[in-house]
């Protein structure tokens, strides 16, 4: 049977039978009622065999996708039936010699997209004439080109991608483009906004990496309104900067544009999820303009000349400590070729005793030790303590309050470029793009602490 004379596209074994049972098919438009009493009123949605055979899977009027596991279903009435062929509109975009020209690198993720109904997934929208059919008010702003580096998901980006994607930045600046936008899965895009701060250095123009938290076919996507506030940055914000623009408050007010070097991702599913760490956002975004919330940042100057360098090895690697961690973990990286370890450290760069004679191996075969600390908040300060102090004579050096991550980004990058010890370590410690800073304001540290009377009270006047 092909697929499209199957009525149960994608289904097996229980779901299956009880479809069946019941006389649904693929693309009905159901009552579906649980056990419990609970009405449900969509599309049945075809499946991926990839998928278990316990579930039915709805599409509901709001938009979001629900599964019933097959013990759980009641009763099912066919209300319709309706083959869905759904595809946003692609016209042609617009130019206009007024506006300036940016440029859209695409990576993967789904800063734009339609839903396949042949399968529930979402599937990014790129081109122009797709990005105008769905996102219209682009036009408004700027000459848009695309250019789809590659499609992966933002787990899969490395090295080799972000030497890529660094030197298609350099061509597109010289080329003439007035500000560059990156779609990027949102997992790890502080990654390759930190990496991208070293590998591409005096830009002239904006470089903001967007993405999306919630996908398009959501009503509560973050989408579109991050692509515009991302396409408006390019073409007209000042900070020549790699940036990461996105939701600022869980609510659709505006967007917060960050220094690629101090940015983190740090909720799983809330829309403001990044958060400039030890140090305050560059710049509001909004449909009205912009607000910079700094004035230390690079200004956009197209005279200026960008250098794209792409040197990088990638033997590095993060190891987070905690309790109890045995020094093997030191030994098996050496021997395996690790030339840069970025520890993770506790209070202000702390590993315990045991692991004193693993590093000491370690720094003796030259391989490159650097602390921060997994606090994020906060330096490391190593000479507080005698075990700081010792671990400094051990020869791990700390890298004040460079974020783990940003430190794993800059010690491959700087590796690329030397293998000896005291110019590694020099370069390590000298700022290029704000990831090490002299101190951090007063307003730079936040953590809302739910139940205490100061907070409840904020969090009532504010909550949207």
């Not at 009763?75 to 617009?94: N, Q, V």
């Not at 007024?98 to 695409?106: D, H, I, R």
């Not at 007209?236 to 609510?251: K, L, N």
Request: negative net charge; charged residues 20%.
């Amino acid at each position: 049977m092909t697929d499209a004379a199957d009525p149960l596209k994608g289904y097996r074994g229980r779901a299956r039978a009880k479809l069946s049972e019941l006389g649904m098919r693929v693309w009905s438009d159901v009552r579906l009622v649980n056990t419990a009493g609970s009405v449900f009123e969509g599309v049945v949605l075809p499946r991926s065999g990839n998928f278990d055979d316990l579930h039915v899977v709805l599409k509901l009027k709001t938009g979001y996708n629900v599964g019933v596991h097959v013990d759980r279903i009641a009763s099912m009435e066919e209300l319709g039936y309706k083959e869905a062929h759904y595809k946003i509109p692609e016209k042609a975009f617009p130019v206009s010699p007024e506006l300036p020209s940016v440029t859209l690198l695409g990576t993967g993720g789904t800063i734009a997209s339609r839903l396949d109904y042949r399968t529930g997934a979402v599937i990014p929208a790129f081109t122009p004439g797709e990005l105008y059919g769905a996102v219209p008010e682009l036009a408004d702003i700027c000459n848009l080109t695309t250019r789809k580096i590659f499609g992966v998901f933002s787990e899969n980006m490395s090295w080799p991608q972000y030497a890529e994607l660094a030197d298609n930045i350099g061509r597109e600046i010289a080329g003439g483009a007035d500000g560059i936008v990156i779609g990027h899965g949102t997992d790890t895009m502080g990654h390759t906004a930190a990496v991208l701060s070293f590998m591409v250095q005096g830009s002239p123009v904006p470089i903001v990496i967007v993405g999306s938290q919630r996908s398009s076919d959501r009503p509560s996507s973050d989408a579109a309104l991050n692509l515009i506030h991302a396409v408006r940055t390019a073409a007209f914000g000042d900070i020549a900067e790699v940036q990461i623009c996105m939701f600022g408050p869980t609510s659709d007010r505006y967007g917060l544009l960050h220094r690629g070097t101090r940015c983190r991702k740090m909720h799983s599913s809330y829309r403001s999820t990044f958060r400039t760490v030890g140090d305050i956002p560059l710049c509001i975004v909004s449909r009205d303009g912009f607000q910079p919330l700094t004035d230390d940042y690079r200004r956009r100057n197209r005279s200026r000349q960008v250098v794209v360098d792409t040197a990088h090895d990638d033997r590095v690697t993060i190891l987070y400590y905690y309790p109890g961690m045995k020094p093997d973990l030191v030994d098996a990286l050496v021997e395996k070729g690790y030339r840069g370890i970025v520890i993770a450290g506790t209070g202000l760069g702390h590993v315990n005793q045991p692991l004193y004679p693993a590093l000491e191996r370690a720094v003796a075969a030259g391989v490159h030790i650097v602390m921060t600390v997994q606090t994020l908040w906060g330096f490391a300060q190593m000479y507080v303590y005698e075990t700081g102090r010792d671990l400094m004579d051990i020869g791990v050096v700390p890298l004040d309050n460079m974020l783990p991550e940003t430190a794993l980004m800059k010690l491959g990058w700087v590796l690329g470029h030397t293998d000896d010890h005291e110019r590694v370590m020099a370069m390590m410690r000298a700022p290029i793009s704000h990831e090490i800073t002299e101190r951090e304001p007063h307003n730079g540290y936040l953590i809302l602490q739910g139940g205490l009377p100061e907070t409840e009270e904020f969090v009532k006047s504010h909550w949207k």
